[in-house]
């Protein structure tokens, strides 16, 4: 997918431009508007979604996914007990 560029500056400028955000924040751009007014230049940008990953914490560990585990952790994780919390309503 490539990235929309719009604007009124040369193509040379807004690829400079491009390479400047991208390496700044280190994230892929999804657009970029250029608007040059005199000497100033007023960027609008948006960035593609990063992908994440869920982090818990489990028996003291904090994990993405419990696939790596051993047999031994894995057990550990299905005895622990498992705490809820009450809205207290249901004393009413």
Not at 13 to 29: I, P, S
Not at 41 to 48: P, R
Not at 60 to 65: A, D, S
């Amino acid at each position: 997918m490539g990235i929309k560029i719009t604007g009124n500056a040369p193509d040379k400028e807004m690829q400079a431009y491009v390479d400047y955000l991208e390496k700044k924040y280190n994230r892929k751009l999804k657009s970029l508007e250029v608007t040059i007014d005199g000497e100033f230049a007023d960027l609008n940008y948006e960035f593609e979604p990063a992908p994440f990953e869920r982090i818990r914490r489990i028996t003291g560990y904090l994990v993405g996914t419990m696939d790596h585990w051993n047999n031994a952790k894995a057990a550990e994780e299905a005895d622990r007990v498992k705490h809820s919390v009450s809205s207290g309503l249901e004393q009413l």
